[in-house]
Structures are given as structure tokens and as C-alpha cells.
């Protein structure tokens, strides 16, 4: 913790007036002078002493999200305490000082032994992890003319997912000229729709599935056995394999790593349209390390998946020789290039897109609403 007195141009402007008019005062003594140069020299020590007083009995702590998003406020918690029987706070701010700059919180008034707790909406900018370090509490009151702050050394951390844009429910079949995605037959017996095999009657099957007339042959009671329904899975892949300096960016456009930042965002939002339509998804970065989880649905899952693209480190160097393996007869690959819809070695059947086509695949009624 550490304290300061801060003075800024209304505060010099007045003192730099109590110098004139002592200075006055010290060569031509007079009583209107002296009295007005008292006054003034009062001010400013009493504006130091109820400003910074009741600091030195303040206390707070900051408590901030594990995960925000791009675009989206940011809530960031603040709890003051004033630990003081006897002095009351007014009129106090907050302001951090390193990692997410922005307007000051305001307090109003924290009385002897109490704690008020404030929040501040900060709007992330930049995906990744979001480092905040010193934060300051800082008062002018009564006069405006000197203040006082205490600075409090506490570290936080909070890692900002990708920009997530609604995409249109049509989005996959338009990529594809069709309906690429729904249920599916698997190889595992369940509560399904498709006919998987006859087996014989074991203690617990249902009537309903007794397959009757193979039973009426006069053979052991046979059922019948079905697949379970699975759904498509939806690979999206993400070629970082290009370093972001030898990128073909336009001239005139966004640079080369504004489009991979926002093919970082078409593979977010790619994902989060595949799991909104109940899908099972996986991500595949090339280039890039980037941790491998099975295909699976929910929010959960998907979160692990944004913080995957979140914890890109695009200054990081390049894999150029990684390549993308087969998918399974069950997914459809959507490969997320910067620049360019070029084939990526290792998967024929992917459907290839490029930065520039995540506005057209924007939900323009959802952005509006």
C-alpha cells in the first residue's frame, strides 16, 4: 500500500495565487493582505488534511471474473472498507492504474467502520488474458485543490474469450449448397430409431421391442435391437500456419493480424452456432499448439473451446508443416483460413472460408436485436 498527494492545474493555479499573494503580503504588510493570504493557506492545508486523513484508514479489495468476453461489459467489483471509528470517507474514486484503464468508479460515502462494495464495467477489447495489477483510491474533496491516494498492489487476472457473432441459422447450409448436418446412425445399441440386429431375449428387455413373429416360429424369444442416434460432429479448423508478417493483407484493408483476429472470431462463432443447433464440435488449430479435446456438446465444452482461442498466442512461432487428419464419417470440416480459401493438406472434404466471410454469414436480425 502505498500513499501519494497529487496536485493538478486547478490546485497549482490556487497555489501558485497563495504564493503571489503571500509574496505581496511579505513586502507591502498589510492586514487585508495577510488575512487574505491566511485564508487561502488554510484552505490548502485543510483540503490536504480532510482529504488525506481519512485515507490512511482505507482499505479495498478488487474481485474480477475468471472468463469475460470481447465486446461484452466486464464487471469488475470493488470493496472498500474504512476502518476508521471516527472519520467518514466522501466523495472517494477509484482508478487502475495498470491493466484495464478506464473512467473512475465513484464512491459517495463510507461511513466510520463500514464497507460499501461499487462495481465498474470495463468492455474488453482484445481477447487473451486480461492482466490487472495497481489500482488506486483517491479523494480532492473538500476543495478540488490537493489530493490524496492510496495505492493498493493486488494482482488479477481474467481471460477474454473471442468475439462471438450470431450467425444464421442457415449458415451450414449455405456453405455446403445443402443440408449437411443432422442425427446419424451409430454402431452402439440404445433407445434409437434404426434397425441394428435381432438378438436373443435377455431378463429386463421390454415387450415392446419383442420381435413377435420371429418369436412365433417356435425359436427362443428374439427382440429387436436398435442403434442409437448420434449427431454430426462439426470440426472447425483454424490455419494459423501462415506467420502474421507474410500474410497478403490489402493495402487499403485490415491488416494481417486484424484478419487473424477475426478468423479467430469466425471460428468462435462457428462453433457456438454448431452447438446452439445441438451439434457436437471439435477444434483443430494448425500452427499453433493448442490442446485436443473429444467431441462433445454443451456449454461447458464450448467454453473450454473459446478459452482454447482465447490463449492464442499469435506472436508465437509457426508450425508450417502441421496438417489436419481425417475427420470421421460423421463430421464435417470447416477450415477458418485469414486470408484465402486455399485446400489444406490432409482434408479433401473440408469446406474452406476466410475472414472476409463472417459478415456475410452475420444473423443481421439477431445483431440488431
Not at 100 to 129: C, D, K, L, N, Y
Not at 143 to 163: D, H, I, Q, T, Y
Not at 207 to 222: D, E, K, N, Q
Request: hydrophobic share 45%; net charge positive.
Amino acid at each position: 500500500m502505498r500513499r501519494r498527494y497529487h496536485f493538478h492545474p486547478p490546485g497549482v493555479l490556487y497555489l501558485s495565487m497563495v504564493v503571489a499573494v503571500g509574496a505581496a503580503a511579505v513586502h507591502r504588510p498589510a492586514n487585508l493582505l495577510i488575512w487574505v493570504f491566511a485564508a487561502m493557506l488554510s484552505g490548502v492545508i485543510l483540503s490536504g488534511l480532510l482529504s488525506g486523513q481519512p485515507l490512511m484508514s482505507v482499505r479495498a479489495k478488487r474481485s474480477v471474473p475468471r472468463t469475460a468476453r470481447v465486446g461484452e461489459p466486464l464487471a469488475v467489483r470493488y470493496a472498500v472498507c474504512n476502518r476508521s471509528r471516527v472519520w467518514p470517507l466522501f466523495a472517494r474514486f477509484i482508478r487502475e492504474e495498470a491493466g484495464a484503464p478506464g473512467p473512475r468508479t465513484f464512491v459517495r460515502h463510507v461511513g466510520p467502520g463500514g464497507t460499501v462494495e461499487i462495481e465498474a464495467v470495463r468492455w474488453p477489447s482484445h481477447r487473451g488474458p486480461l492482466r490487472l495489477g495497481r489500482f488506486r483510491v483517491e479523494s480532492f474533496f473538500p476543495f478540488g485543490l490537493v489530493g490524496k491516494s492510496v495505492s493498493f498492489e493486488e494482482a488479477a487476472e481474467c481471460l477474454v474469450l473471442p468475439r462471438v457473432v450470431p450467425l444464421r441459422r442457415s449458415a451450414f447450409e449455405s456453405l455446403g449448397g445443402g443440408p449437411l448436418l443432422g442425427p446419424t446412425t451409430s454402431g452402439r445399441s440404445g433407445p434409437g430409431s434404426d434397425f441394428l440386429g435381432i438378438r436373443e431375449y435377455r431378463p429386463g428387455d421390454s415387450l415392446r421391442h419383442v420381435a413377435w413373429r420371429r418369436s412365433a416360429s417356435g425359436g427362443p424369444l428374439a427382440v429387436i435391437e436398435r442403434s442409437v442416434d448420434a449427431p454430426r460432429r462439426v470440426r472447425v479448423a483454424l490455419d494459423l500456419r501462415c506467420p502474421t508478417a507474410v500474410l497478403a493483407a490489402g493495402a487499403d484493408g485490415p491488416t494481417a493480424r486484424e484478419l487473424e483476429e477475426t478468423a479467430i472470431s469466425l471460428a468462435a462463432s462457428l462453433l457456438s452456432r454448431a452447438q446452439q443447433d445441438g451439434f457436437e464440435t471439435l477444434l483443430a488449430v494448425l500452427g499453433l499448439p493448442s490442446p485436443s479435446v473429444p467431441a462433445r456438446r454443451g456449454h461447458g465444452h464450448l467454453h473450454r473451446q473459446l478459452a482454447s482461442l482465447a490463449s492464442l498466442d499469435l506472436d508465437a512461432a509457426r508450425d508450417g508443416s502441421a496438417t489436419l487428419g481425417p475427420a470421421g464419417g460423421r463430421a464435417v470440416t470447416l477450415v477458418v483460413h485469414p486470408v484465402g480459401a486455399g485446400a489444406v493438406a490432409g482434408s479433401p472434404e473440408g469446406i474452406h472460408l476466410d475472414a472476409a466471410q463472417l459478415e456475410s454469414l452475420r444473423d443481421a436480425e439477431g445483431a440488431a436485436g
